[in-house]
Nanobody
Framework: QLQLVESGGGLVQAGGSLRLSCAAS????????MGWFRQAPGKEREFVAA????????YYADSVKGRFTISKDNAKNTVYLQMNSLKPEDTAVYYC?????????????????WGQGTQVTVSS
């Protein structure tokens, strides 16, 4: 059974850092592009970052470019999101997702499997 489990969320002050992890099981992780999305209260889910199946290519939303880094460890079946210089507007539930399309996609509709999410709260 395919499963994605996020961890690493929490409360941090503005300017701080967090590293989110997403542990995958039940599928050939190394063959799947992965993405991170977030959803703040009252807002739609939005794209944050994505990475190709081998990890060679990465893509970021403009709002996080230069502050967040996505990485993929195929040996550990885990995708990470390193978040630096956090801002209050980064507060949201963060989700990892996997797509069967073989190519990186930046829309939530392009992803087939989702984790349960992890809360990130940035205080000012």
């Amino acid at each position: 059974q395919l499963q994605l489990v996020e961890s690493g969320g929490g409360l941090v002050q503005a300017g701080g850092s967090l590293r989110l992890s997403c542990a995958a099981s039940g599928f050939t992780f190394s063959r799947y592009p992965m993405g991170w999305f977030r959803q703040a209260p009252g807002k739609e889910r939005e794209f944050v970052a994505a990475i190709s199946w081998r990890g060679a290519n990465t893509y970021y939303a403009d709002s996080v470019k230069g502050r967040f880094t996505i990485s993929k460890d195929n040996a550990k079946n885990t995708v990470y999101l390193q978040m630096n210089s956090l801002k209050p507007e980064d507060t949201a539930v963060y989700y990892c997702a996997a797509t069967e399309r073989g190519l990186v996609v930046v829309t939530s509709q392009g992803y087939d499997y989702w984790g349960q999410g992890t809360q990130v709260t940035v205080s000012s």
